[in-house]
């Protein structure tokens, strides 16, 4: 899939700043951070952002692996994280030491792919499952399970759209055949395959962008949705109901890293502790539609994310989030092989 990238020159919007203060190469997945927010970060630290965008894990490990320089402050999922570090790819900050940091509640103040936040700031946390128009699928109703999605009824042929992330995708289909999701078994990777190649005919495409502005215009009836971006559909499309799988589903959450040669390290940490701030990182979770982990943020949250059963989880359903794991080099090799056949 071709992969959308927008470079974006905050600086140049605002006005009347009274600090010198640089620049920040921000590279984030796409439409994951509000425009206002990042001026407002400006206007109170004088440093201007230049935003470039990904749409996977794997683009931006890729990315970087291939001698990227340039950026200043990445945002890789959890395992994503705990990879870099091994691999050498991000500096060691000492996140825990920021002023800010005592805002971070538990328990991603010590989550296992960080445990001393030496490397990471949490950003926003949420689960991943998919999203339905009630409106235009047989009965208006689906069952709450992964094979609504994996085996969705013949009349949502070529209606359907599933992420381009390989993490997502296997780890769906691994919970709906109760398998290992970092097993090193070949023949439990091929019963993956299997439902994946299943599944391919009845799909429109998969991609990762644009999840809530296909559905709101209709042009597909179920997308695999992160849960912000399924509360964002339903602002327009009502109908939209966000499913929590039965068999479970991936919980994970992004967070801000600074890499390896980063040229703006002093702005980079600036920026991380200003995210830690309550009213800061509220309007991002105002945006995004997804939860964060600072302290005092609530106050400043939307209600309107207080009462949307897709961003506050009912409780009966918090026993179905399943964390991303660590997998092993075999367990990973296995799991590339799957995607790279699927993908022909």
């Known amino acids: 899939m071709k992969r959308r990238v927008i470079a974006l020159l905050v600086g140049s919007m605002v006005s009347g700043m009274v600090h010198a203060g640089g620049e920040l190469n921000l590279y984030n997945w796409s439409d994951y951070i509000p425009l206002d927010l990042l001026k407002k970060f400006e206007k109170d630290t004088g440093v201007k952002v230049n935003l470039d965008v990904y749409d996977s894990n794997e683009s931006l490990l890729a990315k970087l692996k291939a001698g990227a320089t340039g950026y200043d402050v990445i945002v890789p999922s959890d395992y994503m994280v ?3 570090i091994a691999e050498g790819l991000l500096d060691k900050v000492e996140v825990n030491k920021l002023p800010n940091f005592k805002n971070v509640t538990a328990p991603l103040n010590k989550p296992f792919f960080d445990p001393t936040r030496s490397y990471s700031a949490p950003y926003m946390w949420g689960v991943t499952g998919f999203t339905y128009d009630s ?10 399970s992964w094979k609504s999605f994996f085996e969705p009824p013949a009349a949502l042929k070529g209606q359907v759209v599933a992420l381009n992330d390989m993490n997502d995708m296997f780890v769906a289909a691994s919970l709906y055949l109760k398998i290992d999701q970092c097993t090193e078994d ?3 990777a091929q019963k993956v395959l299997d439902v994946l190649m299943k599944q391919k005919p009845m799909l429109a495409m998969y991609n990762s962008d644009g999840t809530i502005e296909r559905m709101q215009a209709k042009e597909v009836i179920m997308h695999h949705q992160w849960n912000g971006a399924a509360h964002r559909t339903k602002e327009k499309l009502k109908s939209a109901v966000f499913v929590y799988p039965q068999e479970g ?6 967070n801000f890293a600074i890499p390896k040669g980063a040229k703006n390290k002093d702005n980079a940490l600036k920026f991380l502790n200003w995210m830690m701030a309550p009213e800061n990182i509220a309007l991002a979770s105002n945006f995004t539609g997804y939860n964060n982990a600072i302290k005092g943020a609530d106050k400043f949250m939307d209600e309107s994310l207080r009462s949307d059963p897709a961003v506050n989880t009912p409780a009966a359903y918090k026993s179905r989030f399943v964390p991303n794991k660590v997998c092993s080099p075999k367990a990973l ?8 056949k699927l993908k022909k």
């Open 82 to 84: 705990k990879i870099m």
């Open 135 to 144: 409106a235009r699928v047989p009965g208006g109703k689906l069952p709450e």
């Open 186 to 188: 070949p023949k439990q």
């Open 249 to 254: 589903m991936p919980f994970w959450n992004d």
């Open 333 to 340: 090799a296995l799991r590339d092989k799957v995607w790279t």
